[in-house]
Every structure is written in C-alpha cells, then in structure tokens.
C-alpha cells in the first residue's frame, strides 16, 4: 500500500529529495504521493521532520 502525507506536512520537501522513483510532488499547501508511482519503500518516511508520512 502506498504511503500518505497527512495535514502535518510543513511543505519542506525533505520527502521529495528522499523518493527514490520520483512519486512525490507539492501539491495545494502540502506535498502528495502519486500512489500509483510510489513502491511503498518507507524512505520519504523517514526523512519526514514532522512525521506526517505514514502508510496509507
């Protein structure tokens, strides 16, 4: 199941550095992962400040 960015995202873009196939973009106020790109690798997870990337 792919990974979730909940309302906590503060818009850093540490989760989008961190995606190794390119699933994770800004979107309206908070950043967002396109679940059909995303291999649910944990690794946006990880690099998270406010942890609000979880699985969805």
Do not use: Q, R
């Not at 503060?10 to 190794?20: E, I, N, Q, Y």
């Not at 059909?36 to 406010?50: E, L, V, Y």
């Amino acid at each position: 199941m792919a990974f979730v960015i909940s309302d906590s995202c503060v818009s850093c873009g540490a989760c989008a550095g961190a995606c190794p196939v390119g699933a994770i973009s800004e979107g309206d106020g908070k950043f967002e992962i396109d679940a059909d790109k995303c291999i649910s690798c944990g690794a946006c997870a990880g690099t998270c400040p406010t942890g609000a990337i979880s699985e969805g």
